[in-house]
């Protein structure tokens, strides 16, 4: 529902914050890495998850789109919410955690607040895999907005297919980046 939100900044703390857009408050939970970037900004953007609860609407906001990827990485993790995500994403960064994740070190996310042995071995079971970044070597990167093949990627994502099989499907097709974004969802959706 919200990409992201752009303001002032009216309150600060390491786990919350209110952000002034057009006259409407919001409040928005973040992680300390969060706070960490824009503790000393009095205006900036966050990457905006909308979680949606029987008793409320909670706004979780972050400096950039590879900690809020993260953050939905981990939502989709059984026995792991929203709570539990933001404390895993202040303890750790998404390079720790992905570094923990590829290792297979259960160690290091047993040391989050709240993390056992058996949650750690789910994260890193469901995660494997699915936080690579692809650095310099992939024509699909988290930062690059408006091309081709990221609104594909986008668009296979909406469609409930993992972020993790959808690009692998992009990179099989052929000439991807001369086809237009609904020719290369179709041929996306046939490489699954």
């Known amino acids: ?30 992680t300390l890495q969060t706070y960490a970037k824009i503790q000393d900004l009095d205006k900036c953007r966050l990457y ?27 939502l989709n993790i059984s ?22 994740v590829s290792s297979e070190d259960n160690r290091t996310l047993e040391r989050v607040k709240g993390i056992g042995a058996k949650t750690a071995q789910r994260i890193i ?12 070597t992939s024509s699909l990167s988290p930062v690059m907005h408006n091309t081709t093949q ?10 409930g297919i993992n972020r993790g099989m959808a690009e692998t499907a992009i990179k099989k097709v052929n000439n991807a980046s001369s086809l237009t974004v609904e020719e290369l ?8």
């Open 79 to 100: 026995g792991v919410g929203a709570a539990t995500a933001r404390i895993i994403l202040s303890s750790l960064s998404t390079d720790e955690l992905e570094r923990a």
């Open 185 to 192: 969802i179709k041929q996306a959706l046939r490489a699954l």
């Open 48 to 74: 905006i998850h909308l979680q949606v609860r029987e008793d409320a609407w909670v706004l979780y906001g972050f400096a950039d789109e590879e900690e809020r990827a993260t953050f939905r990485q981990l």
């Open 150 to 159: 990221e609104d594909a990627l986008i668009a296979l994502v909406n469609l």
């Open 125 to 136: 079971l469901e995660l494997k895999g699915k936080l690579l970044r692809q650095k310099n």
């Open 1 to 30: 529902m919200f990409a992201y939100l752009e303001g002032p900044l009216v309150y600060k703390s390491a786990s919350l914050l209110y952000m002034d857009v057009h006259g409407v408050g919001y409040e928005l939970n973040i």
